[in-house]
């Protein structure tokens, strides 16, 4: 298989992945504003639908991150490198391994014991879901101005990136519904816009041609 056919996709998984990520947040902040679910609901259809969308969202978008960096790798630098581990695992942490937990135990809990579920998170479950809103935070700002620089994918592209980790920042705070729900919802929509942006470059074969001119005028102008 050429590297032109897996860049197209990974493309297509990053396309995919973050529709799906995109759509868990907006469904997700209107079924459920500010994470309030309940016990009861954990066992409907809805909210089952949503946190499977969150996973494999996040399984393709891990996928299609890697074909991402890849294809900048040798302009990104450390930076780049750096974001995109970051970026990775803040992925697997958040949106595989707690979803993974939320499909598999919150359900069967909820059934045989649904006071465990009411009250605050457990320490082990919130440094869990803290440490990857960090990595993933960092990653974003680290990989958006690495994707800047790199001038591979279109500019507009890192600065969504950059913004999206910017603004989820400002949920750290932990801002009650609406305002909360609105603001995690404009940082999925960042994100995802950036996504999509560069996964439709993979597929497309489009990336790199807005750099490729003016170095070419500017190896004929030095002859």
Known sequence: MSSRTLYRLSGGTLIVGSLLLLLNAILGAVL?????????????????????????????????????????????GVLGLVGFILLFFGFLLGGTAF?????????????????????????????????????????????????MRSRVFPR????????????SLLTFPNIPSPLGDIIEVASFLAGAGAFLGCGYALVAEEHGTTETVPLAAKAQASR
Not at 41 to 57: E, K, R, S, V, Y
Not at 138 to 146: H, K, Q, V, W
Not at 156 to 167: D, H, K, R, V
């Open 99 to 147: 979803s993974s937990v939320q499909i598999t135990v919150l359900p069967w809990l909820a059934q045989v014991a649904p006071k465990l579920l009411e009250g605050n998170l457990p320490v082990s479950v919130f440094l869990l879901l803290i440490v990857s809103d960090l990595l993933q935070v960092i990653g974003f700002i680290l990989l958006g101005i690495a994707t």
């Open 156 to 167: 507009w592209a890192g600065i969504l990136l950059l913004a999206s980790g910017i603004i």
């Open 32 to 76: 459920y504003p500010g994470h309030s679910n309940t016990p009861q609901q954990d066992m409907t259809l809805p909210w089952f639908l949503l946190t499977l969308a969150l996973l494999i969202g996040s399984l393709l978008s891990v996928i299609g991150l890697s074909g991402m960096y890849l294809r900048q790798a040798t302009r990104a």
